[in-house]
């Protein structure tokens, strides 16, 4: 069974970072495209960074040059570098593989960029 855990959210003045990480028990992360989501109270979950088995990284066009996706195959984690937040990247953070069928979904962490 796949476990999916997220931390390092917290809240942060505008401008501020966070490092996101997200920490996978099971098996077959190695092959598996790994992507970050947000949800924003109201909205739809959305998806923010990819990053292939090989490290190609992609990135929603309102966090390109802000964000940075990586991974650690041997640690079995995937890292969201946040920096220069706004107010507008407030949202519950997710990971999960980038499949047709997604492996259970974790709790997520809370991100809230506030003054």
């Known amino acids: 069974q796949v476990r999916l855990v997220e931390s390092g959210g917290g809240l942060v003045h505008p401008g501020g970072s966070l490092r996101l990480s997200c920490l996978m028990s099971g098996s077959f992360f190695s092959s598996n495209t790994m992507n970050w989501y947000r949800q924003a109270p109201g909205n739809q979950r959305e998806l923010v960074a990819s990053?292939?088995?090989?490290?190609?990284?992609d990135y929603v066009d309102s966090v390109k040059g802000r964000f940075t996706i990586s991974r650690d195959n041997v640690r079995k984690t995937v890292y969201l570098q946040m920096n220069n937040l706004k107010t507008e990247d407030t949202a519950v953070y997710y990971c999960?593989?980038?499949?047709?069928?997604?492996?259970?979904w974790g709790q997520g962490t809370q991100v809230t960029v506030s003054s």
């Open positions: 999960n593989r980038g499949a047709t069928t997604p492996w259970p």
């Open positions: 990053i292939t088995n090989g490290g190609r990284a």
